[in-house]
């Protein structure tokens, strides 16, 4: 019981972190593709809302992301995509690694 309770309590925790604090990890996803960054964005953006309706793109001076929250935490899945003369780099930040939510993974690699 105690064991639920902690495991309860560390992830409240983790929910009040900010999509900033996602970055301090290391990316759960990797890749590069040949795409523009904004037409990257929006494939990724459309189908996370599928998963996620206030999955949104922002744009930040260096980059755009991809960000899906919940009911509790503004960033559960970032995404940060770099240009590049060739197309975009991107990283994929995870607040919790578990299989039900590998569907934001997925989009991420069926978009390249």
């Known amino acids: ?25 290391k990316p759960t996803f990797r890749a590069s593709t040949a795409k523009l960054d904004s037409v990257y964005a929006a494939c990724v953006q459309a ?5 996620s309706p206030g999955a949104r793109i922002v ?15 503004s960033a559960e899945e ?3 995509i770099h240009s590049r003369a060739a197309g975009a780099e991107v990283a994929l930040y995870e607040r919790i ?16």
């Not at 744009?59 to 935490?73: I, R, S, W």
């Open 59 to 73: 744009e930040t001076p260096t980059t755009l992301q991809v960000v899906a929250g919940n009911a509790t935490t």
């Open 97 to 112: 690694e578990v299989l039900a939510l590998r569907a934001y993974r997925d989009s991420a690699k069926a978009c390249l």
């Open 47 to 51: 189908r996370w809302a599928a998963i």
């Open 78 to 80: 970032l995404l940060v």
């Open 1 to 25: 019981m105690r064991a639920g309770w902690l495991i309860a309590g560390m992830l409240g925790l983790a929910g009040c972190a900010s999509s900033g604090d996602l970055t301090h990890r």
